[in-house]
C-alpha cells in the first residue's frame, strides 16, 4: 500500500530530475525494490517451486520484482519508468487478503458480459441512426453528419449531451 502511495505522490508532484525530491523517491522506489525482491525470495524458498508458480499471483510478484530490478539496474533504458508502474498494481494483492473486495472484485468481473452484451447494442442502435442521418443530414449538416465515423461521434455527442 505504501509504494502506491508513493507511485501517486510521484504523479502528482512530478519531480524534476536531480532534485531532493527526486532523489528522495529514488531512495524509497530502491527500498521498496529491495523488500519485494526479499519478499519473493522468502516466499520462493518457503514454498516448492512447482507450487509457487502455480499461484498466478507469484506469478505477477515475480514480473513486479523483475521489471522493479531491470528499472534499478537500467535506469537510463527508454520506457523504463513506465514499466517501474507496473509495481503500483500490487495493491491489487488486497483483493487475494479482503474477502469484501475479493467479493467486489467478483461481482464486478460476473457483470462485464451482460455490460458487454449492453454495449454492443447501445453501439448497434447508434450506428443505425448515424447512418440514418448520414443519409438524411449530410448536404445540411456536412460538418456534423458528413460521413459515418463524424455521424456517430455527433451522435455520441447527443447522448451525453457534450458540447451539443
Not at 54 to 59: K, P, V
Not at 91 to 104: A, D, E, H, T
Not at 111 to 135: D, E, Q
Amino acid at each position: 500500500f505504501l509504494n502506491f502511495v508513493v507511485n501517486i505522490a510521484e504523479s502528482q508532484f512530478l519531480p524534476e530530475q536531480g532534485t531532493s525530491l527526486d532523489k528522495a523517491i529514488s531512495n524509497i522506489n530502491l527500498t521498496f525494490t529491495v523488500l519485494f525482491t526479499v519478499e519473493l525470495a522468502v516466499n520462493m524458498s518457503a514454498t516448492l517451486v512447482y507450487e509457487f508458480f502455480r499461484d498466478a499471483w507469484n506469478w505477477f510478484d515475480t514480473v513486479v520484482v523483475l521489471v522493479s530490478l531491470i528499472s534499478v539496474f537500467l535506469d537510463k533504458l527508454p520506457g523504463v519508468s513506465i514499466l517501474r508502474l507496473l509495481r503500483a498494481f500490487r495493491v491489487f494483492r488486497l483483493f487475494k487478503r479482503i474477502p469484501s473486495l475479493r467479493q467486489i472484485l467478483l461481482a464486478i468481473n460476473q457483470s462485464v458480459p451482460p455490460m458487454l452484451n449492453a454495449f454492443a447494442l447501445v453501439t448497434l442502435l447508434t450506428s443505425i441512426y448515424a447512418i440514418m442521418c448520414v443519409t438524411f443530414f449530410k448536404t445540411h449538416w456536412p460538418e456534423l453528419f458528413g460521413d459515418f465515423v463524424t455521424a456517430l461521434f455527433t451522435m455520441f455527442q447527443i447522448m451525453t449531451g457534450d458540447q451539443w
